[in-house]
């Protein structure tokens, strides 16, 4: 049986992750051959995974990255079972590291097979499975392009936000972030009329009418009313018409305008944990 010494152990847990004794006994296993308990660790893993593959991960860390030309960006949704480990700063750390690598792929399985430190993403998170002991998974994959792009991370990464502007000028890092942050807090259903989809219309006029006719309003009026009632809707849940949270005596697309005439929101993307 080959010695195993302290230094071996440390260097399989930085490498890895896995805890101290995980780590010695995999050595031991493998008889101080590294390469083998790396793999064994990565096995027990994926047993760990297996047996958790039906637990909620609804807690975790969501991240948001643009890149250095700062028109594409990237949220990456980082769960696992609790938020003692979301709140783990080497869990925040991966998070932020598998955000960065993601923002050279363009699709969540392509991001799941991109390399990281030698080894898949899904392998680290198989991986980490196995370290941690709760099930770890990428849950959202967003992406985001645009002239300029500007992101928000909330306190405590549970919320994150992309805004895309239509022209790159001075001040759009300010402004892209202040609409990040409106949409962080407001959750508006859709950039604008446009982007609302129909069934979401239909329901709410639905509502409306029903709340007219507990008011006692004639069923002829109901119509003309309801439409009235669904602009404030576009209104208080459209991104570009919502009062702007820190001048409410402009809407959000007047705001942007501050940078130019021309200058509009074209998309945005907003991840949230439940």
Do not use: W
Request: glycine share 6%; proline share 1%.
């Amino acid at each position: 049986m080959a010695k195993i010494t302290a230094a071996e152990v440390n260097k399989l847990r930085k490498t890895t992750g896995a805890g101290m004794m995980d780590c010695k006994k995999a050595l031991v296993e493998a008889d101080g051959d590294f390469d083998k308990a790396i793999e064994i660790l990565r096995k027990q893993g994926q047993k760990i995974a297996a047996k958790r593959a039906d637990r909620e991960s609804s807690e975790g860390a969501v991240i948001a990255k643009v890149n250095d030309a700062a028109d594409k960006g990237v949220i990456v949704s980082l769960n696992c079972e609790t938020d003692f480990v979301a709140k783990n700063d080497d869990f925040v750390q991966l998070a932020h590291e598998l955000a960065e690598l993601a923002l050279n792929t363009n699709s969540k399985d392509e991001f799941l097979a991109a390399d990281y430190k030698g080894m898949s993403v899904q392998e680290k998170l198989t991986e980490q499975t196995g370290v941690i002991g709760e099930k770890i998974e990428i849950g959202a994959f967003e992406t985001l392009s645009a002239a300029f792009v500007g992101s928000y991370i909330h306190a405590g990464n549970k919320i994150a936000v992309l805004t895309g502007l239509s022209k790159n000028a001075d001040g759009a890092e300010e402004v892209a972030k202040d609409v990040a942050m409106q949409a962080a807090a407001m959750n508006p259903v859709a950039l604008n009329e446009e982007g609302v989809d129909q069934s979401t219309i239909d329901s709410e006029i639905d509502i409306a009418k029903d709340q007219l006719r507990q008011e006692g309003k004639p069923e002829d009026m109901l119509d003309n009313i309801a439409k009235g009632k669904m602009k404030r809707f576009f209104k208080d849940n459209t991104l570009v018409n919502q009062d702007f949270i820190k001048d409410n005596k402009q809407s959000v697309a007047q705001y942007v305008q501050t940078l130019g005439k021309d200058v509009e929101v074209v998309g945005f993307k907003r991840v949230a944990l439940a």
